[in-house]
């Protein structure tokens, strides 16, 4: 197979839960997870797996990942922004992720934007709170 086929077959691999993925190992139960996720000495990694999740905009894999307990409100190391925000700042702002950060507890106060950052964030940020608003009631 050529580098484009590898590329494709890697990226559709890892989009899968962990769960039904060929590398994760046979009867190890999401609990495993969940105590990994909590463990200080593991913490920051599944922090960033959640951040790198909402970023994406992938609202399964966000959902998967909160379900192991990780923290909504969690910021990332290098731009000290919530999993809420990488979404928003994301290339692909969703509002199932939103919706999904927010029904776990994040704090849709903790926007914080950077001096650079435009006005159109904002405004995409109301937006998207308010269709995530209106869809859990």
């Known amino acids: 197979p050529n580098s484009n086929g590898i590329i494709v077959r890697a990226t559709f691999a890892a989009k899968r839960p962990l769960a039904e993925r060929a590398d994760h190992p046979e009867g190890a139960p999401m609990s495993d997870f969940r105590e990994m996720a909590r463990d200080p000495e593991h913490r920051r990694g599944f922090e960033k797996l959640l951040y790198l999740a909402a970023r994406r905009g992938d609202a399964d894999l966000v959902a998967e990942r909160l379900s192991w307990g990780i923290d909504p409100n969690c910021r990332s190391a290098k731009k000290h ?57």
């Open 81 to 137: 922004r919530t999993p809420l925000m990488a979404n928003i700042c994301g290339s692909c702002p969703s509002a199932a992720t939103v919706r999904a950060l927010l029904a776990s507890g994040a704090d849709p106060n903790a926007i914080e934007f950077l001096a650079h950052e435009t006005d159109r964030l904002r405004a995409l940020t109301d937006e998207l709170l308010a269709i995530a608003e209106g869809a859990r009631r």
